[in-house]
């Protein structure tokens, strides 16, 4: 079975890429994932789950074809809900000044989340991962893939930009979902789900 990635981000379809490595062609119940460049619309929303269900369905749209998109948002605990999935036009709009959203007697913990959403034509049917930690007090690193550079994992001392791809790759939000995805498929349990 063939699955088309619909994304615009040379970072997704390189993390993609790298996951892929480490899952034999069986355990992702067979399926071919295919990057399809396409910039799709995203709603303004914080509800990283509205998101991709929205992306999903403009995905399909688009290709009548199978596919999954990809959303993450970095939800900080002093802020709840946010900027969750608007992360990602904050960051392109100032950079490591969003460590500046917390206060000095706020908590710097936070979570970063993922969900991968599926769309068949008939189902959107989301897949979610989460990875606490807490935000750095300014960007360190030089894998800077929106924030990657503020978000420091629990039991680490650096960002996510200092390690890189292949060292985050251990606790990313977004390889824990393509994880949830690819054992749906392999078992055939993909229809539909929650994020979870």
Known sequence: MRIYFATSSA?????LEDFLTTVPVATRGGADIVVYSSDLPEVLES???TIVTQKAIDAYQRLALPCVVEHSGLVMDALPGLPGGLGQIIWKAIGDRMCGFLRDADSRAATARSVIGY?????VTLFGGETRGSVAERARGEYAFNWDPIFIPEGATRTYGEMGLQEKRKTSPVHKAWLKFFTALSTGDHHPMGAS
Do not use: L, P, V, W
Request: charged share 55%.
């Open 11 to 15: 970072f997704k379809a390189k993390e």
């Open 47 to 49: 509800d990283i789950d």
């Open 119 to 123: 769309c068949d034509g008939r189902h």
